[in-house]
């Protein structure tokens, strides 16, 4: 398969590949779509077993950048950088550097962030080599780290979700969270705040342990998370969580969480409806970071100081997007993944028809 036979390429407007021999640096940075703005989307750092895998990942995590930041209504489009290898073993200053630089080559058509692997301290040395970075601190415009805004609009998101679908509040809800880092974790201490209860499970022990210490979750291994007794199955670590294996082994009536790509397919997302299981589409619900990012790169356009503000109210705009797709998937009997995919693809053809007359 070819790169534009891939069912992930959906029209990318740029993919670029980027190797430094001197670091060790092997990165794809895909852009999906400028129509509504420069690219935006973290940087993920992963040991993909090849480079075809990177790439697919690449292809489809920018894909669903476009969509969540037309969910947002930013003036952002989507894009995403991928890179090849083990983060908690390579990382390096210089490493980081050489992808700045590639950034840089871009020629801010991207700007990057964190993601899965990447921290903003990685990131600082980006930032000594190319000025597209966002979600740092140490200057006016700083936005700092995105997750906690992700957690907060994933919170706010299952809260809704347990009310449309269970017609009650958190507290005693039980909460099964698929991953405990950055975002999940701070998920985790949001939902204990709110009375629910917790299961977790991750690859980290030492993230586990700590979660667990103070939340009162019971521990559940990788593979068993899938069988928890929850009413809310929340992914919140890579993409593809939600697949034919794994779906008859929800008892969750809420499918809400932090991940990318959490379904392994369009077709998984019909049986999930078919299955009488509320999904809350993962780059709508998860759409608080890239607001966060946003809101650094205004003040950054503008010369202006990090607004909060601004971040809230786009927010709480967001979770009433969020209430309108499932208004309409309610009354047209329809996934919702399909109903977001369908508003998110009609504002990026909106805004390219603009750009094209204007």
């Keep these: 398969m070819t790169l534009f036979d ?21 990165c794809i940075i895909a852009v999906h779509s400028t129509a509504r703005g420069p690219a935006a989307g973290g940087c993920r750092m992963w040991p993909f077993p090849s480079a075809a895998a990177a790439l697919e990942d690449a292809l489809r995590l920018s894909r669903a950048m476009s969509y969540k930041n037309a969910m947002a209504d930013l003036d952002l489009g989507g894009g995403k950088a991928v890179i090849i290898g083990d983060s908690r073993t390579q990382k390096t200053a210089a490493l980081f550097e050489a992808f700045g630089r590639a950034v840089e080559d871009v020629a801010g058509k991207y700007w990057t962030a964190e993601d ?24 006016d415009a700083a936005s700092g780290d995105p997750s906690p805004v992700t957690a907060e609009g994933v919170f706010r998101g299952i809260a809704l979700g347990v009310r449309r679908a269970l017609n009650r509040n958190l507290d005693g809800v039980t909460v099964a969270i698929q991953g405990v880092g950055h975002v999940g974790a701070y998920l985790a201490d949001k939902l204990h705040a709110a009375g ?64 990318n790509n959490q379904l392994a397919n369009p077709e998984i997302g019909r049986a999930v409806y078919e299955h009488g299981i509320l999904y809350l589409p993962d780059y709508v619900i998860n759409g608080g970071g890239i607001i966060n990012v946003a809101g650094e ?13 601004w971040v809230e109210t786009k927010l709480a705009r967001l979770m009433r997007t969020l209430d309108e797709v499932l208004d309409l998937s309610k009354a047209e009997h329809r996934p919702t993944h399909e109903v977001a995919n369908e508003i998110a693809k009609a504002r990026i053809s909106g805004a390219a028809e603009k750009r094209a007359a204007a």
Excluded: Q, W
Aim: proline share 5%; charged share 25%.
């Design 196 to 259: 629910a209860k917790l299961v977790i499970t991750d690859v980290n022990e030492e993230a586990l342990r700590e979660v667990a210490e103070r939340t009162g979750a019971r521990v559940a291994a990788p593979a068993a998370i899938f069988d928890a007794d929850a009413e809310v199955f929340a992914p919140c670590a890579l993409g593809g969580a939600i697949n034919a294996e794994t779906l008859p082994r929800l008892k969750a009536k809420v499918i809400a969480g932090g991940a």
């Design 297 to 309: 790169i205004r003040a950054l356009d503008r010369g202006e100081a990090f607004d909060p503000a």
């Design 6 to 26: 891939s069912p992930a390429f959906e029209g990318h407007e740029g993919v670029h590949a980027f190797f430094d021999e001197k670091s060790g640096l092997k």
């Design 116 to 139: 899965v692997g990447v921290s903003p301290a990685d990131l600082m040395h980006a930032r000594k080599t190319t000025r597209y970075v966002a979600g740092l601190t140490g200057h």
